[in-house]
């Protein structure tokens, strides 16, 4: 009898437990697309900010009840006092979670920017082609940077590429378009990309004013098919993103949000082979906030979404043209947007 009665107190506490952690699993489940609702039209309607603010929490309450009840009943289901240890055990993974969490996330992180290198180089020469790779998304077609130094005379002409996705560098023979200035009856075949060009066309000191003008004395871009090992000595620079750099992006969770930028330049080996000898990588990323908690993204207020809480860590877009002017010493002569 006394045995019989010890052994149905923890199938009692057990079933109760589990209905909790039951409701809270179904409750937290459903809070998720609700809360962020309830967050508008209180923050909205003024009187209701408390109640917007009481509401944030609950989808963490349920997941640390459910936790805890995964933690009670795997390992200290005949504990006497083993529900108040699971709720600790509870907070010790959501805090553990997002420790290990991060560590990969800034491994990987400090992984991009290791092999940086910022080397003096040579500054770039008016009769040198000057190639420049672009990744998954942009156009070869002659950009206004391109435009600008064929214009005024800075290269001799100006390459572009793709860097395929998945590979960090631009390959040795890669197949480019070369853009150069040429006499032509006609200028309707060129292969140009300018945004705006026909409000530009009239605006002073700007690459659609000074093509219309070399255009008028009968000088065109001309753009031929080539393959990037067949150039005698050109500079060769790379713009690299996401689909280009070789990182292990955290599976912890899938909205890791590491967004990584590269520009790189070049040099020719004797092998043939395209060697780095400037390179400097921009981050940007986000880690999750000291404890694993229901948050929404605080934008605009028709546009609050569920997410995780996150610590986010932004770096500036690196510009092909700052780069060109900081490390190949071009001087750009027009304006651009």
Known sequence: MFRSASSAAPRRRSRSFGLIALAAAILGLISVPIIPIIFVIGMISVIGIPLALAVLPFPTICMAIVIAYLIWRIFLFRVSNGVPLSFIGALSVMVLVPLAHNFI??????ALRNGDIATQVAPLATDETLVVFRGRGQTDYCDETCLDLLLSGRVKAFATGRVPRGQTAPA????????????APSCAKRLISMP???WKRTQPGTVAAALAAAEARGVCINSIEATADKLVAPRFAAYLDRDNLDFNESALFISTLIEPWRIAFYERTEAGALAPVFQQTKVSYSLLGP?????LSMGEISNVKPKWWRRSYREKQP?????????LGVQFRYKVN
């Open 196 to 198: 705006n060009e026909e």
């Open 319 to 327: 510009d092909m043209r700052d780069h060109l002017s900081s490390v």
């Open 291 to 295: 404890l694993l908690a229901y948050h």
């Open 105 to 110: 996330v800034t491994q990987d992180v400090r």
């Open 172 to 183: 040795p023979d890669a197949d480019i378009l070369v853009h150069h200035l040429a006499r």
